[in-house]
């Protein structure tokens, strides 16, 4: 099984960038697809973007999308998101996660990373 480790979280102020990191351990087939979900204080857990592992294709939602870009460095096995312009209402807990399809529940989880903004 994947095991995923995020870094990069922390305090921002609103307006600024944030790189998290998803480092992985273990094959990531090229099928496989990495994404990163994020919890806000007291609110469900939702999905934020994903990258196909081989083929480089993302997915954002639309709360993000123009704001936040994800790549990977497959040489690193690391998947990383790039948060510009950040709002407020991006502070959350952020989780990278893989599995094989957007429509299924991920198969392994990162322990996430908090990312505060200040205003």
């Known amino acids: 099984q994947v095991q995923l480790v995020e870094s990069g979280g922390g305090l921002v102020q609103a307006g600024d960038s944030l790189r998290l990191s998803c480092a992985a351990s273990g094959r990531l087939y090229s099928s496989a697809i990495m994404m990163w979900f994020r919890q806000p204080p007291g609110k469900e857990r939702e999905f934020v973007a994903g990258i196909r592992w081989g083929y480089g294709t993302t997915n954002y939602a639309d709360p993000v999308k123009g704001r936040f870009t994800v790549s990977r460095d497959k040489t690193e096995n690391t998947v990383y998101l790039q948060m510009n312009r950040v709002k407020p209402e991006d502070a959350a807990l952020y989780y990278c996660?893989?599995?094989?399809?957007?429509?299924?529940?991920?198969?392994?989880w990162g322990q996430g990373t908090q990312v505060t903004v200040s205003s």
């Open positions: 996660a893989t599995g094989s399809s957007y429509y299924a529940s991920p198969t392994s």
